[in-house]
């Protein structure tokens, strides 16, 4: 396993070391997971998959849990679909 | 796409916590069939969630051993329904699991409790647990300012545990009163463990202001939170924070129990002595029967896989270690109680369901949660109320009289599956 996982936060690419999760990276980028029904930015809240504030598209897949997502290498994270 | 894997089992255990390790590896250790499933990436619960780059916790790595050497299946996912009694529908990474069991332990935990207050909502206020899940997960506290609030024993483990990892902790404030706290000490000394780990946290939060009688009543920021004002013994103080790591104790996550009928008194799972539910082939240990902490989820999860394969004199060796940390079971509920004042914490324009965005004053119009799911959408969002839930629970006394499956989001073809597994097979 590689000492650093590059991974891309919203086409920014931010390294982190193996075992981050996905929300981790997200919050690193000073990003938000994702933008309520209202309009306001949301960030993880819970930490383990039961709130999905922190869901976001993970290579693709939308909605994941993205506290329960380890990240790797190359991975592309979005959370402003 | 998903791929339907089919398998049986003589115990299936839901949850890879202290219970469920405890439970599956008893239970595999008399040479049944013993599945295991948890939706983390690893065993151990919440309790025993490893920090990056750390070793496992030693406790942890000692069960993980057990399950291994007694042939115990461990398999990733999460159970989302029950197409009929005796078997449960899991979604993993890229399987639906169909699981067909003849016993069935529901070792489910327990989750934080969330109360709304103006704020609430912004980005870096998390759970306290939530927040250590989130550093042991990666994210660097270095430097940062953190204030812990809410309720629980939880609060000080995460405040240690993030000041370790180089978090300045600006304050503790903990809504019991001084006088519930000192009972609380006072029923701790009966458990020579927890003396000891109190001391030691002690110890490392010396320098860290702790306040009892104190709760968080507003928070503030642009993109994210800047400031938390703080109701500190009955005076009002602002402080500015990177963080908030906020959580009011413990709830059990009973939607699988309900979801399966067992029968629920004061918002636990009922259990008799050797942790069976109302219904004969389904046992519950752990945080579901009663917050209770680890050695008592340990202790409860044995007894229900030992009682799970028929080996009940076994099991009635472990009662009197169970009944030694009932009084704890005890103390933490009353210890820890949430005063009524917080019933005025949110506002009412404040956010009380997260996931749809419903407001504390369109709640208020209604007088049950299944009259405010139905007309503001409250609790319908992909969180199923998990949030919500306990939050109106307290504020507005209402009770979530059902669960529907699915009792966690599952993928289109998840259910298109279980829609097939239903029809019957030509």
Known sequence: MPDQLRVTVNGTEIVVPPGTTVAAAIVLAGQACRTSVGGEPRGPLCGMGICYECRAAIDGSPHRPSCQVLCAHGMEIRTDE | ?426
């Open chain 2, 1 to 426: 796409m998903n791929s339907l894997l089919r398998q049986e089992f003589d115990v299936l255990v839901v949850g890879g916590g202290p219970a469920g390790m405890a439970a599956a590896a008893r239970a595999a250790e008399c040479g049944l069939g013993v599945g295991i499933i948890d939706d983390n990436a690893t065993l151990g619960g919440q309790i025993w969630r490893s920090s990056l780059g750390a070793a496992p916790e030693p406790e942890s790595l000692n069960w993980t051993e057990r399950l291994r050497l007694a042939g115990a299946e461990v398999l990733r996912g999460r159970v989302f329904q029950q197409p009929e009694p005796g078997v449960l529908l899991a979604e993993g990474e890229d399987k639906l699991y169909a699981l067909k069991f003849e016993k069935l332990v529901l070792a489910t935990g327990a989750r934080e409790r969330f109360l709304p207050f103006p704020g609430w909502t912004l980005p870096n206020l998390m759970g306290a647990g939530g927040m250590q899940a989130m550093v042991k997960g990666g994210l660097s506290v270095k430097g940062k300012r953190v204030v812990v609030a809410g309720s629980g024993p939880l609060l000080l483990a995460v405040a240690a545990y993030l000041r370790r990892h180089g978090a300045q902790i600006v304050m503790i404030c903990e809504q019991a009163t001084w006088s519930s706290l000192a009972r609380f000490g006072l029923a701790l000394l009966r458990q020579p463990g927890k003396v000891a780990q109190g001391i030691q946290l002690k110890k490392e939060l010396a320098a860290v202001p702790f306040s009892a009688n104190s709760w968080p009543v507003a928070a503030s920021g642009k993109a994210a939170i800047e400031r938390v004002t703080v109701s500190r013994n009955g005076r009002m103080e602002e402080i500015r924070c990177d963080y908030l790591a906020c959580g009011f104790h413990l709830v059990p996550n009973i939607e699988l129990p309900l979801l399966l009928g067992c029968e629920i008194e004061n918002g636990c799972v009922r259990a008799d002595v050797l942790q069976r539910t109302s219904i004969a082939s389904i046992f519950c240990a752990g945080e579901p029967t009663g917050i209770g902490g680890v050695e008592l989820a340990l202790i409860e999860g044995q007894i229900a896989g030992l009682a799970a394969t028929g080996r009940d004199s076994e099991a009635q060796k472990l009662f009197r270690q169970r009944e030694k940390l009932r009084p704890f079971v005890r103390a933490l509920d009353r210890a820890f109680r949430l005063r009524p004042q917080l019933r005025s914490l949110p506002s009412p324009e404040t956010i009380v369901c997260r996931c749809e965005d419903v407001r504390y004053s369109s709640l208020r119009e209604h007088t049950s949660w299944q009259g405010a799911k139905l007309q503001t959408r409250c609790g319908m969002g992909p969180c199923q109320g998990r949030v919500c839930g306990p939050a109106t629970n307290f504020l507005l006394q209402w009770d979530p009289e059902s669960v529907r499956p699915p009792v966690f989001p599952a993928r289109v073809e998840s259910l298109a599956f279980m829609q097939n597994l239903a029809e019957p097979r030509a």
